[in-house]
């Protein structure tokens, strides 16, 4: 009898790993940042290519970082979301521009709202590299010290806002 | 008929236009090599089974040129790792270093086959210390076998 059980019992344990590699995501990357200074930036702004911003001038205060597009379609699903969060005014979000013509950006912000603080401006997708940016959006968030203390790969979800963003930044901003 | 060569003509003037497009070449042959077999040891984020080398995504373009970039300043291959890991952590490397983290991904492949040859070892010591009999395919295994032989 245990011959044929020893198989079996093989097979079930070969199964379970499978059943839970299904639910693991490959595209989730841990990023390699978090806890990490975010890397230093010097950028035009959207609005205005005349200005530039830093990211040191961004040290003293919680703040989070958005990348998005308007070639990209998730972005164009979770901006609602952000227009909402940025209501509450928890915590200032600074938008970051990748890979975009500055025309179409201002038209995106123009038709669907803007959440943005300030928007950077990355046409050739130099600040996304540094930020090991691979799929828009993502998002960070990034303590009074200028540390990465959070990133979100992909369109935010209001359960990652409530139960991950907002507790955090509360908690940094606490 | 002048129609038709006018839009033949826009369709070899817009080849034309793409053309201006292409990717870079290289300037020096020897940088690009060197390049190439960097990026050839690195994972494509986007299209996560394809190298740098290999991808057409965006980002693998821009990470080409990156390289080419860092290679010009003078850079050595291990800092250019080094850049691409600190970015997008060891998933990047197609050869990853080992250590705690990376530990049952190097070994493991070893520990199942010395499992394996252990399992073989037992079932053929427990074999062999089974009468020959056991071997012999005439032999009845039951009752019923005994019955349907007579």
């Known amino acids: ?174 | 008929m002048a129609e038709r060569w006018l839009l033949a003509l826009l369709l070899v003037l817009a080849g034309a236009a793409f053309a201006k497009e292409a990717a870079p070449l290289a300037t020096d042959p020897a940088l690009e090599a060197r390049m190439m077999t960097i990026a050839g040891e690195l994972r494509c984020l986007v299209c996560q089974n394809q190298t740098i080398a290999d991808s057409h995504a965006d980002l693998a373009v821009d990470l080409r040129q990156q390289i080419r970039e860092m290679l010009q300043r003078g850079m050595s291959d291990e800092q250019i790792r080094s850049y691409m890991t600190e970015r997008y952590g060891d998933f990047v490397l197609y050869k990853p270093p080992f250590k705690a983290t990376t530990a049952l991904l190097w070994v493991g492949p070893g520990l199942l086959l010395a499992g394996a040859l252990g399992a073989l070892l037992l079932v053929l010591s427990r074999r062999q210390r089974l009468g020959a009999d056991a071997f012999d395919p005439d032999t009845p295994d039951d009752a019923d076998e005994l019955a349907a032989n007579r």
Not at chain 1, 2 to 18: E, I, K, S, T
Not at chain 1, 45 to 59: K, Q, S
Not at chain 1, 83 to 96: E, R
């Open chain 1, 1 to 174: 009898m245990m011959r044929f059980l020893w198989p079996l019992a093989l097979f079930l344990v070969l199964a379970g790993f499978l059943f839970f590699g299904l639910r693991l995501d490959p595209r989730e990357v841990p990023s390699p940042l978090i806890d990490k200074p975010a890397p230093a930036f010097s950028a035009t702004l959207l609005a205005d290519p005349g200005r530039r911003m830093t990211r040191d001038e961004m040290v003293g205060k919680v703040w989070m970082l958005n990348v998005w597009a308007s070639w990209c379609a998730p972005c164009r699903d979770e901006h609602p979301l952000l227009v909402d969060f940025a209501k509450k005014g928890l915590v200032p979000i600074y938008g970051l521009n990748y890979k975009d013509q500055r025309s179409a950006g201002i038209g995106f912000l123009r038709s669907f709202g803007n959440p943005f603080t300030e928007t950077l401006s990355d046409p050739d997708g130099r600040i996304g590299i540094d930020y090991g940016v691979y799929g828009v959006p993502e998002t960070y968030v990034i303590d009074r010290g200028g540390v990465i203390r959070y990133k979100h790969i992909g369109p935010l979800t209001p359960e990652v806002l409530a139960e991950k963003i907002e507790p955090l930044v509360r908690r940094l901003n606490g």
